[in-house]
């Protein structure tokens, strides 16, 4: 069986998807469990980094982000078993695609969407670190009792 492909997904993949990404990964490893996870944006333009905010409030958590801010792609969403967005927003705006019966908004997923800090000061990133944190748990837990990892 090949590893599960979980994908990401926000608006311009440089501070929610990433922490999340990161977040998960770092979950996954204590665990000793294997998840192929990934993270892309709807808008991302090709200067774009990942938000100084969302890599210190991943720091607080002993983390270091390693991401470069992604364009997502149709082929991205075809090759992975599940997609997770951040709010139904974004889920909505997938509906188009043939995928949408894998994609999910996080409400969904954890019963909690995670709002968009950008442009917003540190502490609301520390917090949407902490959200993200839990959501996270949630979506590892889930994938375990699922037999998918």
Request: hydrophobic share 40%.
């Amino acid at each position: 069986m090949s590893k599960y492909r979980l994908l990401l997904v926000c608006t311009g993949n440089t501070c929610r998807s990433p922490m999340l990404e990161t977040l998960i990964k770092a979950k996954l490893k204590s665990l000793e469990k294997e998840c192929e996870v990934k993270s892309a944006g709807l808008r991302v333009f090709p200067e774009d980094k990942v938000n100084e905010k969302a890599r210190k409030a991943v720091k607080r958590k002993g983390l270091v982000i390693r991401h470069k801010p992604t364009q997502l792609e149709a082929k991205a969403l075809e090759r992975a078993d599940s997609v997770l967005t951040m709010t139904m927003e974004q889920k909505l705006y997938l509906r188009m695609d043939k995928c949408f019966y894998k994609v999910f908004s996080l409400g969904e997923a954890v019963g909690f969407d995670i709002p968009d800090p950008y442009g917003q000061t540190q502490k609301e990133y520390d917090l949407c670190a902490d959200a993200l944190e839990k959501a996270s748990e949630i979506i590892v837990e889930n994938l375990i009792k699922a037999g998918k990892i």
